[in-house]
T-cell receptor, first 114, second 110 residues
Framework: EAQVTQNPRYLITVTGKKLTVTCSQNMNHEYMSWYRQDPGLGLRQIYYSMNVEVTDKGDVPEGYKVSRKEKRNFPLILESPSPNQTSLYFC?????????????FGPGTRLTVL | SQQGEEDPQALSIQEGENATMNCSYKTSINNLQWYRQNSGRGLVHLILIRSNEREKHSGRLRVTLDTSKKSSSLLITASRAADTASYFCATDNYGQNFVFGPGTRLSVLP
């Protein structure tokens, strides 16, 4: 089954404790992206990747890191989480070639930073 | 950034009625897409319309795009309770990042 998986689905952590949210897709998509969703603000793009070893900042990259060492995986790293990073995070991937096609979304990761 | 903005923010209608949502954006785009999100879940793609298209249909969905006004509309005909969700437009700037609007919350009452 074609899908985007994220882990963990729920995470409660404390300020400053490094964490990684994993994202994996099995559709051989070249384009992958991370979003955060906050009430009233919709989805805001954090980082995106057009291909392996190619990443770029979205609209809200501060406090986040990503890597794309393999085509299927695109982990989101919070080196020193802060309470303002409490949010619902979504990973997405899209059809090979460009970012212009349908994005497939993961189920989301609800992160709480105390 | 080329922020998309949906209008209205919230919409309540009766089952069987049509629902219309609008989206405006600021800069040139390659395509515009509409997504649906059920409460707290991942987004599901509904329809994509390219910048050289003016109208597109998919089942009960009809999307229009007016690039001169930088706006799009999503029409859901004969709405059902299962259509209750948030709807987002997203713009793609020629292979760069996607930008989503804040969404329209649609409630379809039985």
């Amino acid at each position: 089954e074609a899908q985007v998986t994220q882990n963990p689905r729920y995470l409660i952590t404390v300020t400053g404790k490094k964490l990684t949210v994993t994202c994996s897709q099995n559709m051989n998509h070249e384009y992958m992206s991370w979003y955060r969703q906050d009430p009233g603000l919709g989805l805001r793009q954090i980082y995106y990747s057009m291909n392996v070893e190619v990443t770029d900042k979205g609209d809200v990259p501060e406090g986040y890191k990503v890597s794309r060492k393999e085509k299927r995986n695109f982990p989101l790293i919070l080196e020193s989480p802060s309470p303002n990073q409490t949010s619902l995070y979504f990973c997405a991937s899209s059809s090979p070639g460009t970012s212009s096609d349908t994005q497939y979304f993961g189920p989301g990761t609800r992160l709480t930073v105390l | 950034s080329q922020q998309g903005e949906e209008d209205p923010q919230a919409l309540s209608i009766q089952e069987g009625e049509n629902a219309t949502m609008n989206c405006s954006y600021k800069t040139s785009i390659n395509n515009l897409q509409w997504y649906r999100q059920n409460s707290g879940r991942g987004l599901v793609h509904l329809i994509l319309i390219r910048s050289n298209e003016r109208e597109k249909h998919s089942g009960r969905l009809r999307v229009t795009l007016d690039t001169s006004k930088k706006s799009s509309s999503l029409l859901i005909t004969a709405s059902r309770a299962a259509d209750t969700a948030s709807y987002f437009c997203a713009t793609d700037n020629y292979g760069q990042n996607f930008v989503f609007g804040p969404g329209t919350r649609l409630s379809v009452l039985p």
